[in-house]
């Protein structure tokens, strides 16, 4: 279990059973399987002896007994790949696209259930999770979703990391620096530049009557970011570089009266559960309704 995770995962566990009697097969089932509390992102390359280590850690400093959700043991990628017959090199075809819906939906509600993940920070001066595109991309859901999220570290970088802190903002600096999506890495290069397809520039379009409504989310900086708008139909105007705040997940953008949308009253909504933004207008034309803008693909050029 030193090794990084393959098949010896599972392997070790099988034969870690297979040596126990039923009543004790039963008894940790009933002690050691639950509905998760924290959803571990990790990379399969460190060595899962210190993956249980930051475990236990965290075990200890929230004095929980907590339920982990581990993707190796429940939500192999390349194993949906294999079954589906799919090669890394073959297009994306209707089957695979599906085979990823399906998985994403599913890595979704591993994070949004449990509302907490534990980031397994291995290293800690260059963690090996921040140069990969699925846990890069599970922060980004993470962050969709309004979960907390947690940092982890084996006992003796933990220390080091406190006293770094108390003396400057260097290794925190250093960690952030080094995160960069598009020099991201995966096994499979046909999951990576999925991932840098979900996580570029949204852009969402919705209509009403004559009216038409798009926005482009054009950056994200924690919990704040920057969006372009544009309306056409009665009064056709558009709002550029528009800040938006980021609320326990819930993604708020307030109209602005220097803005090149003055003719409109709007507030937006995003609902992460669905990847959708609802826009209420009060005017133009004295009405109150509300709006779904759906996501759909940038156009080429960056404009909304």
């Given at each position: 279990m030193t090794l990084p995770a393959h098949c010896s995962v599972w392997e070790g566990l099988a034969v870690g059973l297979t040596s126990q009697s039923?009543?004790?097969?039963?008894?940790?089932?009933?002690?050691?399987?639950?509905?998760?509390?924290?959803?571990?992102?990790?990379?399969w390359s460190s060595p899962y002896i210190h993956l249980t280590?930051?475990?236990k850690r965290y075990d200890e400093n929230t004095n929980t007994n907590n339920f982990f959700w581990l993707d190796i043991f429940s939500m192999n990628q390349h194993d949906f790949a294999d079954l589906s017959g799919v090669q890394a090199s073959d297009p994306m075809d209707g089957s695979i696209a599906n085979m990823y819906d399906t998985m994403l939906q599913a890595l979704t509600q591993a994070i949004k259930v449990p509302n907490c993940m534990l980031l397994a920070l291995i290293p800690h001066e260059r963690p090996a999770l921040l140069t990969r595109a699925w846990c890069l991309y599970e922060i980004y859901i993470a962050w969709k979703v309004g979960a907390e999220v947690a940092c982890g570290f084996v006992p003796e970088a933990e220390q080091s990391?406190?006293?770094?802190?108390?003396?400057?903002?260097?290794?925190?600096?250093?960690?952030?620096?080094?995160?960069?999506?598009?020099?991201?890495?995966?096994?499979?290069?046909?999951?990576?530049?999925?991932?840098?397809?979900?996580?570029?520039?949204?852009?969402?379009?919705?209509?009403?009557?004559?009216?038409?409504?798009?926005?482009k989310v054009v950056s994200v900086d924690g919990?704040?970011?920057?969006?372009?708008?544009?309306?056409?139909?009665?009064?056709?105007?558009?709002?550029?570089?528009?800040?938006?705040?980021?609320?326990?997940?819930?993604?708020?953008?307030?109209?602005?009266?220097?803005?090149?949308?003055?003719d409109y009253d709007y507030s937006v909504k995003?609902?992460?559960?669905?990847?959708?933004?609802?826009?209420?207008?009060?005017?133009?034309?004295?009405?109150?309704v509300t709006v779904t803008l759906e996501n759909h693909k940038c156009p080429d050029g960056g404009e909304v």
């Open positions: 039923s009543s004790s097969k039963q008894k940790m089932s009933c002690d050691h399987v639950g509905e998760p509390t924290v959803m571990v992102s990790h990379s280590a930051i475990l990391v406190k006293k770094s802190l108390l003396k400057d903002d260097m290794l925190i600096n250093q960690i952030i620096d080094s995160v960069d999506a598009k020099e991201s890495r995966a096994t499979k290069n046909s999951d990576r530049e999925m991932i840098l397809d979900l996580i570029a520039e949204a852009c969402y379009e919705g209509s009403l009557l004559t009216n038409s409504f798009s926005i919990d704040v970011g920057i969006v372009d708008l544009k309306a056409v139909g009665s009064s056709s105007q558009q709002c550029d570089g528009v800040d938006f705040q980021n609320s326990a997940g819930s993604i708020t953008v307030e109209n602005d009266p220097g803005c090149g949308l003055s995003y609902c992460s559960d669905q990847d959708k933004l609802m826009v209420r207008l009060v005017k133009p034309d004295a009405y109150d």
